[in-house]
């Protein structure tokens, strides 16, 4: 694993190396944010500042150069702490710098050595210039000790090399907790407690036998120590976002009621912030309306259900709220485990079949539209598989036509293609569908969730949705793990 140093130092070190000078004068304006600056060569044009904003970047002010290639950031209201960087007219980086509480300081640089820039008047950047020169010291040696352990086949030189890299890493770590307890008011202090993540500790043996789990609950329960979620500041540094994307990769189950904890947990500690809790809430949301796992919907319903049906549209636009509303009302019906919606739609005859008279182990509920592509190529496959396996199986194949217009297509079809006769054809009749509107009922789109062709339902012997979504290869297997009598 590279050293933390990395995430940190080699985001601002190697970008900055910020010269910092401290500040003399005691008749410093504190209200807003005023930072003068001279990028040479640049004349007579804008130059922005710009800051992480979760994994993007953003610009939060423009400054206009004068001949003199001077101008200044400045604004009536303070920028939020953190991690900006000066950007050319080109939209180019040309060197990152710390906001902190002091937002009335100066800048001299040049875009041609844009590595030294001289920071005057901010404390945060005079302390930063101090850390990063130890820091980036000991992160260069302990790199050049890495590359010689990669290349030593001598065990003593190794053991040797390995133990100097131990010390240089220890002192790394010093440096970092030197800075958090002797400054831990400093912007500085809270990004590198920020960035930072456990030390995974050895398997202990307990009762003579080793804990292999303790490591994993370790790092869980100690991953967000020092860190508070409703802090804006965390949006702007580029290493928050990626830890929060990890912690859930590697330290969250998949399984959505454990997600949902985690993400409540989260965004009720962050619920003051007023940048980050709007744009926390935004990340779930969008990652769990398309969800990479089936059955993870249900950690949108909640969202919608206990923020953004209980207030939080107001950081929506109509458009958004629209969305969202309707999405989280198309996905309420159809959770997995949940009692499939009755289903009783006309068929080729003109008869009306209900899906829970179906008698079946497994019901396969097919949304599809004769007129669609991926559906002509479907469709004869889960015709082909339902006559080498699940026909002897019990499974039933209950097909609805969503495009009610083309149904001389869909026996068209049916019969170019050879279907068995076995296959229940339905469709929702123009009577049936006014008469569902005159009534104020959802249809059977919204209570399915069909907004694409095909979409495919498996229901267990009680009409219990098992799985949504899926391909027929997904669905066949689930069937075969169903089936198989537990051990």
Same mark, same amino acid.
């Given at each position: 694993m590279k050293n933390l140093y990395l995430a940190f130092c080699i985001s601002l070190v190697t970008l900055v190396n910020v010269c910092a000078q401290t500040n003399k004068s005691n008749n410093i304006n504190t209200t807003g944010h005023n930072i003068h600056i001279q990028l040479k060569p640049y004349k007579n044009t804008t130059i922005y500042l710009g800051t992480y904003y979760g994994k993007g970047k953003t610009l939060a002010d423009s400054a206009y150069l004068n001949s003199n290639s001077e101008g200044a950031f400045k604004g009536t209201k303070p920028l939020t702490e953190g991690i900006y960087f000066v950007v050319s007219p080109q939209y180019t980086i040309q060197f990152e710098v710390l906001v902190g509480k002091q937002q009335h300081f100066s800048i001299v640089a040049d875009s041609a050595n844009k590595l030294q820039p001289v920071i005057t008047g901010s404390p945060d950047n005079t302390l930063f210039l101090q850390y990063s020169q130890e820091s980036y010291k000991l992160g260069s040696d302990i790199d050049a000790l890495q590359k010689q352990l990669a290349q030593q086949h001598n065990h003593t030189d190794s053991v040797k090399i390995e133990s100097e890299i131990k010390t240089a890493s220890q002192k790394l770590h010093q440096a970092r907790e030197n800075i958090i307890h002797q400054h831990p008011q400093s912007l500085l202090a809270f990004l590198l407690q920020a960035m930072q993540r456990p030390e995974i500790p050895a398997i202990p043996v307990v009762n003579g036998k080793p804990d292999s789990l303790y490591p994993f609950r370790y790092v869980k329960e100690h991953y967000w120590d020092d860190v508070l979620f409703n802090d804006d500041r965390l949006l702007h540094t580029p290493f928050f976002e990626p830890k929060l994307d990890d912690y859930f990769k590697y330290y969250v189950s998949p399984e959505p009621d454990s997600i949902i904890n985690e993400v409540n947990y989260i965004l009720l500690s962050a619920r003051t912030g007023k940048e980050i809790y709007p744009y926390l809430l935004t990340k779930f949301t969008n990652k769990y309306l398309n969800p990479e796992y089936m059955g993870q919907d249900k950690v949108f319903l909640f969202l919608y259900e206990n923020f953004y049906a209980k207030g939080d549209t107001v950081i929506l636009n109509a458009e958004s709220k629209k969305m969202i509303t309707d999405r989280a009302y198309s996905m309420m019906a159809n959770q997995i485990g949940a009692a499939?919606?009755? !289903? =009783? !739609? &006309?068929?080729?005859?003109?008869? =009306?079949? $209900? !899906?829970? $008279? !179906?008698?079946?182990?497994? &019901?396969v509920v097919v949304f599809w539209d004769p007129t669609c592509g991926h559906c002509k190529e479907e469709l004869p496959r889960i015709d082909s598989i339902y006559k080498a396996k699940w026909k002897a199986m019990g499974v039933k194949l209950y097909s609805v036509n969503v495009n009610e217009a083309r149904m001389d297509d869909l026996k068209q079809f049916v019969n170019d293609h050879h279907f068995s006769p076995d296959w229940i054809l339905t469709y929702q009749t123009k009577a049936a569908r006014q008469a569902e509107q005159i009534a104020n009922e959802p249809n059977y789109r919204q209570l399915y969730d069909v907004f694409k062709t095909p979409t495919l339902y498996l229901l267990d012997a009680d009409k219990h949705i098992i799985a949504k979504q899926l391909t027929i290869e997904q669905i066949d297997n689930l069937m075969q793990v169903k089936r198989t009598p537990k051990q």
């Amino acid at each position: 694993m590279k050293n933390l140093y990395l995430a940190f130092c080699i985001s601002l070190v190697t970008l900055v190396n910020v010269c910092a000078q401290t500040n003399k004068s005691n008749n410093i304006n504190t209200t807003g944010h005023n930072i003068h600056i001279q990028l040479k060569p640049y004349k007579n044009t804008t130059i922005y500042l710009g800051t992480y904003y979760g994994k993007g970047k953003t610009l939060a002010d423009s400054a206009y150069l004068n001949s003199n290639s001077e101008g200044a950031f400045k604004g009536t209201k303070p920028l939020t702490e953190g991690i900006y960087f000066v950007v050319s007219p080109q939209y180019t980086i040309q060197f990152e710098v710390l906001v902190g509480k002091q937002q009335h300081f100066s800048i001299v640089a040049d875009s041609a050595n844009k590595l030294q820039p001289v920071i005057t008047g901010s404390p945060d950047n005079t302390l930063f210039l101090q850390y990063s020169q130890e820091s980036y010291k000991l992160g260069s040696d302990i790199d050049a000790l890495q590359k010689q352990l990669a290349q030593q086949h001598n065990h003593t030189d190794s053991v040797k090399i390995e133990s100097e890299i131990k010390t240089a890493s220890q002192k790394l770590h010093q440096a970092r907790e030197n800075i958090i307890h002797q400054h831990p008011q400093s912007l500085l202090a809270f990004l590198l407690q920020a960035m930072q993540r456990p030390e995974i500790p050895a398997i202990p043996v307990v009762n003579g036998k080793p804990d292999s789990l303790y490591p994993f609950r370790y790092v869980k329960e100690h991953y967000w120590d020092d860190v508070l979620f409703n802090d804006d500041r965390l949006l702007h540094t580029p290493f928050f976002e990626p830890k929060l994307d990890d912690y859930f990769k590697y330290y969250v189950s998949p399984e959505p009621d454990s997600i949902i904890n985690e993400v409540n947990y989260i965004l009720l500690s962050a619920r003051t912030g007023k940048e980050i809790y709007p744009y926390l809430l935004t990340k779930f949301t969008n990652k769990y309306l398309n969800p990479e796992y089936m059955g993870q919907d249900k950690v949108f319903l909640f969202l919608y259900e206990n923020f953004y049906a209980k207030g939080d549209t107001v950081i929506l636009n109509a458009e958004s709220k629209k969305m969202i509303t309707d999405r989280a009302y198309s996905m309420m019906a159809n959770q997995i485990g949940a009692a499939a919606p009755e !289903l =009783n !739609l &006309t068929d080729t005859a003109g008869k =009306n079949i $209900s !899906l829970y $008279s !179906l008698k079946a182990p497994f &019901t396969v509920v097919v949304f599809w539209d004769p007129t669609c592509g991926h559906c002509k190529e479907e469709l004869p496959r889960i015709d082909s598989i339902y006559k080498a396996k699940w026909k002897a199986m019990g499974v039933k194949l209950y097909s609805v036509n969503v495009n009610e217009a083309r149904m001389d297509d869909l026996k068209q079809f049916v019969n170019d293609h050879h279907f068995s006769p076995d296959w229940i054809l339905t469709y929702q009749t123009k009577a049936a569908r006014q008469a569902e509107q005159i009534a104020n009922e959802p249809n059977y789109r919204q209570l399915y969730d069909v907004f694409k062709t095909p979409t495919l339902y498996l229901l267990d012997a009680d009409k219990h949705i098992i799985a949504k979504q899926l391909t027929i290869e997904q669905i066949d297997n689930l069937m075969q793990v169903k089936r198989t009598p537990k051990q």
